[in-house]
Each structure stands twice: as structure tokens, then as C-alpha cells.
């Protein structure tokens, strides 16, 4: 019983392999580093197969620890990064237009991490809003409550004009 498990979630992965490489592209923006953050999910996944107790829960279950493992990079990549920006001294600016197709994804970005990965996860790999609860741990309500609060500020920031004064 334990080698079928092991077969499904090795078939599993690699039959998801490019969505969870997207999702990892979508938060790191670096091809290395999204195929580093997939080969360690599927690492783990492996390693810890055993502890699957419900083999329907695959889907989530592997998208669960594909999202750990993203978070746990970039926190790796945010130490890295504060220790350069401590080197340097002067930081140049720039000023660009807005444009919406490429600032949408950065928007995203500056949105709470909660709200980050519950858009990212319905909206870039189409989960329901269940799987998200299960995925982040998170109560349903609370899942909904954080998605269209994260919807309300992009709104807020692409269309300011759009937003309804209370």
C-alpha cells in the first residue's frame, strides 16, 4: 500500500511539475532559483510521503509544502539581500509610467504575504478557495475575507478613481 502511495505522488509530481514552477516563478522571478524551490518540494514531498494520512488530500498536500518552501526561500533570499543593502551605501531611483501589465504581478507583491498567496494560489493556479483553507491552514471565511481585501487594494491602487468612498 505504502509503494502505491509512493507511485501516485511521484506520478503526481511529475505530471505538476510546470505548475508548481510557475507558482515558484510567480514569487521568486528567477528560472534557477523556481527550479531550486520545485527540486526541494519534491524532495520533500518524497521524503515525507509516509505522513500523507489521506491519499485524496494529495493535491493539497504537495501544494502546502510548495508554498512552504517558497516562503522559506525568499526568507533565505531577504537575509541575503538586507546584508548587501547594509553595503551599499547610495540607492539610484527611478521614476516609470505605470503599466499595467507588468506592474500587476508587483502590485501583488506588495500585498500582505497572506493576501499574496491566497490571490497567487486562486487566480495564477486556480484553486478553490477550500483547497486555499486547507493549503494555508486558514478558516474559509477567513480565506475570503483576506482575497477580497487583497482584490480591494490592487483595485485601490490601479483604478484609485474606481473605489467607493464610505
Excluded at 39 to 51: D, F, G, I, M, R
Excluded at 129 to 149: D, F, Q, S
Aim: include cysteine.
Amino acid at each position: 500500500m505504502k509503494q502505491d502511495l509512493y507511485e501516485k505522488i511521484v506520478t503526481y509530481i511529475i505530471e505538476n511539475q510546470n505548475n508548481f514552477y510557475r507558482l515558484a516563478y510567480c514569487y521568486v522571478q528567477n528560472q534557477e532559483d523556481a527550479l531550486d524551490v520545485v527540486q526541494n518540494t519534491a524532495c520533500k514531498v518524497l521524503e515525507h510521503y509516509e505522513s500523507l494520512r489521506n491519499e485524496d488530500a494529495i493535491r493539497t498536500w504537495v501544494y502546502k509544502i510548495v508554498v512552504n518552501e517558497i516562503l522559506r526561500f525568499l526568507k533565505e533570499k531577504n537575509k541575503i539581500r538586507l546584508l548587501e543593502e547594509n553595503e551599499q551605501m547610495e540607492l539610484s531611483y527611478e521614476e516609470k509610467a505605470f503599466d499595467i501589465q507588468e506592474d500587476l504581478y508587483t502590485q501583488i507583491n506588495h500585498l500582505d504575504v497572506d493576501e499574496q498567496n491566497i490571490i497567487k494560489l486562486r487566480f495564477y493556479e486556480g484553486l478553490s478557495l477550500k483547497e486555499i483553507a486547507e493549503i494555508t491552514e486558514v478558516n474559509l471565511n477567513t480565506v475570503k475575507a483576506k482575497l477580497y481585501r487583497g482584490l480591494r487594494k490592487l483595485k485601490a491602487v490601479i483604478r484609485p478613481d474606481d473605489i467607493e468612498t464610505y
